[in-house]
């Protein structure tokens, strides 16, 4: 079992930054990938960043590319999301996931693919 607690959620005008965090408890060791997902009022929760626990490589949708950032310290077994230049369409429940076992890179947007899930952080960015 993986335990995920998010925390840095919060309200920020346009053009500001917040920073998530993913701290991961349990038995992270089979842990390959951790994800950034989020969830607006009526749309389907969409995949925003990933990295490989592993190696370190990132993957982000187009949406966020250039203003979010994700990272890792393992030491703590934390994941963060750097948001920078946040826009309104950025407002949405936030949410951190974990996939142990294989995962083929490519699919590292697929909310199916990861076991574990976080409770989630609002982010409200206004005009």
């Known amino acids: 079992q993986v335990q995920l607690v998010e925390s840095g959620g919060g309200s920020v005008q346009a053009g500001g930054s917040l920073r998530l965090s993913c701290a991961a408890s349990g038995y992270t060791y089979d842990t390959n990938f951790m994800g950034w997902f989020r969830q607006a009022p009526g749309k389907e929760r969409e995949g925003v960043a990933a990295?490989?626990?592993?190696?370190?490589?990132?993957y982000y949708a187009d949406s966020v590319k250039g203003r979010f950032t994700v990272s890792q310290d393992s030491a703590r077994n934390t994941v963060y999301l750097q948001m920078n230049s946040l826009k309104p369409e950025d407002t949405a429940m936030y949410y951190c996931a974990a996939r142990t076992g294989a995962l083929y890179a490519a699919r590292w947007y697929w909310q199916y693919a990861y076991n574990y899930w976080g409770q989630g952080t609002q982010v409200t960015v206004s005009t």
């Open positions: 990295i490989y626990t592993a190696g370190g490589s990132t």
